[in-house]
């Protein structure tokens, strides 16, 4: 008996760290989806993960991109005259 709890202890734990490796891959916390793996269900978890989908993050636009470049120019430029008297 008590090797049969031994065994389901650590098939619970290789079964968490699994769902942390595929928290991982989906761009996700795999500590957080460990422990709730581990508290919860590693299957439970699992499923919550794929629900969850993937953690990427969402594409940034030109027009911030062309926000950051006029906000470097116009810093740049504001540095340059002050260096000029």
Do not use: T
Request: proline share 5%; net charge positive.
């Amino acid at each position: 008996m008590n090797d049969l709890i031994v065994v389901l202890i650590i098939l619970w734990l290789v079964l968490a760290l699994a769902v942390a490796w595929a928290a991982e891959q989906r761009k996700r916390d795999a500590a957080c989806w460990f422990a709730l793996a581990l508290l919860l269900s590693p299957l439970f978890a699992l499923v919550l993960l794929v629900v969850a989908g993937d953690g990427k993050i969402a594409p940034e636009s030109p027009a911030l991109h062309k926000d950051i470049s006029e906000m470097r120019a116009r810093r740049e430029y504001e540095r340059v005259r002050n260096l000029v008297p």
